[in-house]
């Protein structure tokens, strides 16, 4: 009776303090965010009155403890909560990595195979070779014999090597698909982390109950970022938009047939205020340098970006040579050449540094394969103190508390509903998705749209001399666009990538068509106009400019050129004699524009000139 006792007391304890209480849960909901996700969990758990301590296992290791709340609690009150990584408890491979590796264990298998086939062929080649000496000094043997023998070594060892020959050509074969197999299996892996998340919970039933919990976390490694298709027939056609969102994961768990939704908002972002105080002046022994800038985040990362080129260039809009630009937690790093000109291979940054003496440094998210940078004298005087914020983990809560959503109705047959909230908009997906955690990339379509469009060429001769076609749009704010890459396609052709940036607060958007080669456009300096005198202490330079315009298409083309006159911004440097010809000229900015229509093989020409005079003991950035 005592054995029976100690062993029922035995298996209590165990029972009690050794199993721990482990509950399965599904993903239900996710809203992706443009960096990072909202989960939405579901889970059954059975309690007991009193204190229940359950565990929601297999869970990513990405999860923002801040951000976790609970509910479908009932009468059930939460004693304690907290998350923790679980090194023992490893991920499951998924349907597609288990398939991959039940295939590579065949084709290894299969491989073994041949290479023992092999290695038993050349074991008979070896013993035949080391076995060819024909007969003995005692007992003779006939020519026959020796024919008969012969030929036999010599047919053997024909079918052996060919064999071997065509065994070893079907073992490179499975060499080749193994490696393959092993590359896919471990760019699948690469973002399945092991390690494991859970969250801890001690609840306080008072009755015995069932309870449908939901649970709400919010994962980094996850986001979407805009990409756009713009096609247009010909210039007399309206533009048709595509908005697609190019969705990716790499949180360690998969999304398997979940409801998916996409916010413009990010949680990420740091929610509190600046705080502008006065500003007063003083003498200072020394000259400190701005820090980095902050930039519009309207940029977004974009993990699909592999090489970004651009040109810097300053305020003037001039290039910048040896302009420093560093991937961001990274040694890689490039320079602009001397046309301000660069390319950079991304390795596995997110931001792209950008500094030059006497700039302001600047920073910028990788969205975009072209990111051109315009940098800011750096004049600071000053000390300047710079308030680092606390990341507030409130803005998934912010989002969802001020959501006012729209009348229900279909939007269009991808997106189920568009609810626009105060901060951000939401496009809710009708169709259930399955997303992997992995480096590939789930592109939903948004959006299509025809949006009108004026056309019009535009070259700046001074900075390049190609000619563009634009596209100028407007009302283009209900589409809720973002700041994205675009590819553009024109008279049926692929015509090259641009940015879209509705970033700016006037009324429309001007986008980038593709350069147009029928129509040439050549800026010369004047020759009567190069040369440079002195008058007393004084330098005078006299500048003309001419610029050719020639149509070289079938039909009419309306285009507008751009020119600029210095503008000096120091008493001692005077410009005049300004002659800008028949431009809309700008005296504030120096900024001058043709606005013409040119016929078919015809040709326009364009001067214009101005003086300047300096000290000639002095330089100028002329």
């Not at 443009?34 to 301590?53: C, S």
């Not at 809710?428 to 955690?437: A, D, E, L, P, R």
Request: glycine share 4%; aromatic share 8%.
């Amino acid at each position: 009776m005592k054995i029976y006792t100690l062993l029922f007391l035995s298996c209590t304890f165990s029972l009690s303090f050794g199993a721990e209480n482990k509950i399965d849960s599904s993903i239900k909901e996710v809203t992706v965010y443009l960096a990072g996700a909202q989960i939405k969990r579901t889970a059954t758990v059975h309690l007991i009155p009193g204190t229940n301590e359950i565990i929601l296992h297999d869970l990513s290791s990405n999860i923002d403890e801040n951000s976790i709340q609970i509910s479908g609690l009932q009468n059930t009150s939460i004693l304690s909560l907290n998350f923790a990584i679980n090194y023992l408890e490893k991920k499951k491979d998924s349907e597609k990595i288990l398939f991959l590796k039940t295939k590579l264990k065949t084709l290894l298998k299969e491989k073994n195979t041949l290479d023992n086939t092999i290695t038993g062929l050349q074991q008979e080649q070896k013993l035949l070779n080391n076995n060819q000496k024909i007969g003995s000094d005692i007992t003779p043997i006939s020519l026959e014999n020796i024919k008969e023998i012969s030929a036999y070594y010599r047919e053997r060892s024909i079918i052996i090597d060919n064999n071997i020959y065509t065994i070893t050509q079907k073992v490179n074969d499975l060499n080749n698909q193994v490696q393959k197999l092993k590359n896919e299996i471990n760019k699948l892996n690469n973002h399945n982390k092991e390690e494991r998340g859970e969250i801890r919970l001690k609840l306080d039933a008072p009755i015995t109950s069932k309870l449908n919990l939901k649970i709400q976390y919010n994962v980094t490694n996850a986001g979407w970022f805009p990409i756009y298709d713009i096609k247009s027939k010909n210039i007399k056609t309206p533009l048709t938009i595509t908005y697609k969102a190019n969705l990716y994961q790499q949180t360690g768990t998969d999304w398997q047939n979940v409801a998916i939704t996409l916010s413009t908002g990010d949680p990420n972002i740091n929610n509190l205020k600046p705080d502008l105080n006065p500003k007063y002046l003083n003498f200072t022994h020394h000259r400190y340098k701005n820090n980095y800038r902050t930039q519009n985040q309207g940029y977004k990362y974009n993990p699909m970006i592999k090489r970004v080129t651009g040109v810097i260039t300053d305020s003037q809009g001039q290039p910048l040579p040896g302009v420093n630009i560093i991937e961001k937690g990274t040694s890689n790093g490039t320079q602009t050449d001397f046309d301000g000109k660069y390319s950079i291979v991304i390795q596995k940054g997110k931001e792209l540094s950008f500094s030059y003496i006497g700039f302001t440094n600047t920073t910028a998210p990788i969205h975009s394969s072209m990111i051109n940078i315009q940098l800011e004298e750096d004049e600071a005087q000053l000390d300047e103190v710079v308030i680092t914020a606390r990341r507030s983990s409130l803005n998934g809560r912010i989002n969802g508390l001020f959501a006012k959503k729209e009348t229900k109705k279909e939007y269009n047959q991808i997106v189920e509903a568009k609810e626009q909230g105060i901060i951000n908009t939401q496009f809710k997906i009708k169709k259930k998705y399955t997303i992997n955690s992995n480096s590939d990339i789930t592109v939903i379509q948004i959006d299509n749209f025809d949006m009108k469009a004026d056309y019009q060429y535009y070259v700046a001769p001074e900075v390049n001399e190609n000619v563009f076609l634009t596209a100028k749009l407007g009302s283009w704010e209900q589409f809720n666009l973002l700041a994205g890459e675009a590819n553009i396609y024109f008279e049926g052709s692929f015509a090259g990538k641009t940015n879209i940036d509705p970033l700016a607060t006037t009324d429309s958007i001007t986008v980038s068509l593709g350069i147009d080669p029928n129509i040439i456009v050549k800026r010369e300096q004047l020759t009567n106009f190069k040369n440079t005198s002195f008058t007393g202490s004084n330098r005078i330079i006299n500048s003309g400019y001419k610029i050719e315009i020639k149509n070289n298409k079938q039909h009419k083309i309306r285009i507008a050129i751009e020119d600029r006159i210095p503008i000096s911004q120091n008493k001692e440097i005077k410009l005049d004699n300004i002659d800008t010809g028949n431009s809309l000229y700008n005296n504030k900015t120096g900024m001058m524009t043709w606005k013409l229509d040119i016929a078919p093989n015809q040709k326009e020409e364009k001067k214009f000139s101005y003086q300047v005079k300096y000290p000639k003991n002095r330089y100028i950035n002329l």
